[in-house]
């Protein structure tokens, strides 16, 4: 079992930035790829990006490329999502994700194992 904390939600202006943080606990942590995913009521849950263990692959949706990075530190079993030029459009509740095997198809929310409970970003125009 892999429990995942989010962090760092907020409301920020937009042109804003803000960084997540995804904070994973368990024996069982090591060698999990993270997604990033974010929701909106009435709406599916939208893939953002997703970075693989090694931290040597990163996958972006294309709404959020070049704006948004994702990063890890391995150490601290913590990935991180820094959020630049943020738009209204960006507000939602956003979740990180865990799964061992994640590839070109992290985008898909099925395929991830574990979820965390989600921050509320709220970007303001």
């Known amino acids: 079992q892999v429990l995942l904390v989010e962090s760092g939600g907020g409301l920020v202006q937009a042109g804003g930035s803000l960084r997540l943080s995804c904070a994973a606990f368990?024996?069982?942590?090591?060698?999990?790829?993270m997604g990033w995913f974010r929701q909106v009521p009435g709406k599916e849950r939208e893939f953002v990006g997703a970075?693989?263990?090694?931290?040597?692959?990163?996958f972006y949706a294309d709404s959020v490329k070049g704006r948004f990075t994702i990063s890890r530190d391995n150490a601290e079993y913590t990935g991180y999502l820094q959020m630049n030029r943020l738009k209204s459009e960006d507000t939602g509740t956003y979740f990180c994700?865990?799964?061992?095997?994640?590839?070109?198809?992290?985008?898909?929310?099925?395929?991830?194992?574990?979820w965390g409970q989600g921050t509320q970003v709220t970007v303001s125009s």
């Open positions: 368990g024996r069982a942590r090591s060698g999990y790829g």
């Open positions: 970075i693989m263990w090694s931290g040597r692959s990163t």
């Open positions: 994700a865990a799964d061992r095997g994640i590839g070109d198809s992290s985008w898909n929310r099925l395929i991830w194992d574990y």
